[in-house]
């Protein structure tokens, strides 16, 4: 399914996650992250920037380990920045799916 | 005459010793394997052993005997590998130069990545099942338990055979029940991961059989520390789950030869391509089983289906061809759900566990993602298909080296699972 927001049309799977991190913008961003209740700031950007240098180097999101050891920023910080659940929200607002197990 | 270096003599290591010297005659490569020990230890065993189902000798043979005649196995420590080089050097300063290695070290859990759990519970009423001794002694514990708590408690993704915590919990519930004392044991299952199945369609065939069980999921859980004088695990965002028994699932990382030799990522995991299975540093670097980072499960038959493909690019690079990247994280695996019963899931990077008949559509036998006595008969039966087949690189009857679509059915998703 697709949905607009803030004018750009983007596919999203049924948690509203982005299923192509390619169709992504900072414009974007700010609308993932006021679905998920957070309105961004400097330090947000830091961690979703990140995340976004990181990812397309990867092909994937990095996780709260990669992000706390490279990315700098301290797990404590990382739930401040997003509440209930930061892999989850930081991935979500930085355009990837969900992290995800097998089965 | 080419020199083929591989470190590591478990399941990955020992199954290319044995296709490479299939495909290569020993006046072409010279073939050396190494390991730290001589103790092969067949890992899905590690989640009976607990119940009283397998004894340690049905699990533990030598390595040695699984590998083929003209490949030598060489027992020694590595101190690091000097990718710059071509060469590894051991323990004592003896170097080993090599044309092509093969990583197969594996993975390790590291109980130290979180807080107090190493402390006065370990091995007191906190145990892991992921190595020998823990698994051993846990069996031991529950022989006398006498009921209470339990919580199955996993650190951060990725862990070896990502639904062995699922299984445990499983084999708990029945072992539990056929002891009669299920009325007196809780069980908990936390999670870093949004719940129990996270994927679609097994989520919506699968979800009932935890709450059947009545095994409670804590999902989303990250967890800060371990309160082992108060036995309760406590998250980042303050929640807190008492324990009487803790089972954690720790930490993985790769073997300390990859962080000795600055070649790993975060976790000391070997940045790897994930289509052709080579180093991504270094070309004549192969990599393949648990030790890789690539986002397929870290598990046997990831390795099995790996070693074909890695076997194929090992020859293509010794004779300077192009590489074929063909690996697709195919895996296949039996989970146990206690009670005699077992399912089975088949799927790759791309395609999540579905329903169906394996290998044979329409046929089977064997019933994709739906419990019954055949899957664990199955799993059972594996036992002796990893020592005999597997192991030795010999073709699994119908199973493809990437996933087939066939016998598979995609069934229509409730919509709207937001």
Redesign the interface.
């Known amino acids: 399914m697709n949905k607009e927001l803030s004018g750009t049309t983007v596919d999203v799977d ?3 996650y982005l299923t192509d991190p390619g169709q992504w913008t900072k414009e974007v961003a700010v609308e993932l992250a006021k679905e998920e209740g957070i309105e961004l700031n400097d330090r947000h950007w830091k961690v979703i920037d990140f995340i976004r240098k990181d990812g397309a180097e990867n092909g ?1 999101a990095p ?4 992000i706390t ?2 990315g700098g920023v301290p ?2 910080e990382l ?1 401040e920045l997003f ?6 929200k930081a991935a979500k607002v930085s355009g990837y799916g ?6 | 005459m080419n020199k083929v270096l591989i470190l590591g003599a478990g399941t990955a290591g020992t199954m290319m010793a044995n296709h490479l010297r299939r495909e290569l005659s020993p006046e072409e490569c010279e073939i050396t394997i190494l390991d730290r020990d001589n103790q092969h230890l067949y890992q899905p065993g590690l989640l009976f052993l607990p119940f009283g189902k397998y004894r340690k000798e049905d699990i533990v043979k030598k390595r040695d005997k699984f590998i083929p005649n003209g490949v030598e196995f060489r027992l020694a420590e590595v101190d690091r590998i000097d990718a710059g080089n071509n060469a590894v050097i051991l323990d004592g300063g003896e170097t080993l130069r090599y044309d092509l290695l093969v990583i197969a070290t594996g993975s390790r859990i590291v109980p130290s990545e979180c807080e107090g759990l190493e402390g006065e519970g370990w091995h007191r009423n906190i145990f892991d099942f992921y190595t020998l001794e823990g698994s051993a002694a846990l069996g031991q514990f529950l022989s006398t338990w006498k009921g209470g708590r339990l919580v199955v408690h996993i650190k951060e993704m990725p862990i070896k055979c990502p639904v062995a915590p699922l299984e445990f919990a499983f084999l708990a519930d029945s072992f539990f029940k056929e002891r009669g004392m299920r009325n007196r044991v809780d069980i908990t299952y936390v999670t870093p991961l949004s719940g129990a199945f996270t994927k679609p369609v097994a989520s919506e065939m699968l979800g009932h059989m935890l709450s059947d069980r009545q095994i409670t999921v804590v999902p989303d859980f990250d967890v800060e520390r371990v309160d082992a004088a108060e036995q309760k695990v406590i998250s980042y965002d303050g929640r807190e789950v008492p324990y009487d028994l803790l089972v954690p699932i720790p930490t993985h990382m790769g073997d300390l030869i990859i962080a000795r030799s600055g070649l790993g990522d975060e976790l000391d995991f070997v940045p790897t391509d994930p289509e052709t299975l080579q180093s991504k540093a270094h070309p004549n670097i192969f990599v393949i089983g648990d030790a890789t980072n690539i986002q397929a499960s870290k598990a046997g038959s990831v390795a099995h289906f790996e070693s074909e493909v890695l076997t194929r690019n090992v020859l293509h690079q010794l004779n300077g061809e192009a590489l074929e990247p063909i690996f697709d994280g195919h895996s296949n695996c039996f989970i146990e759900s206690g009670g005699g019963k077992g399912m089975l899931i088949d799927f790759n990077s791309e395609t999540e566990p579905l329903p169906g008949q394996f290998p044979i559509p329409g046929v089977g036998p064997l019933p994709l993602l739906r419990e019954s006595r055949l899957n664990h008969w199955g799993k059972l039966a594996f036992r002796w298909v990893y020592w005999h087949l597997l192991l030795k690189g010999r073709p699994l009857p119908f199973i493809t080296t990437t996933l087939s679509l066939k016998g598979k059915i995609i069934p229509d998703l409730k919509e709207n699972q937001t």
């Open positions: 049924a948690e509203g994937t996780n709260v380990r990669r050891k490279i797990t404590k739930y509440p209930g659940g930061p892999a989850k969900k992290p995800h197990g097998c089965l």
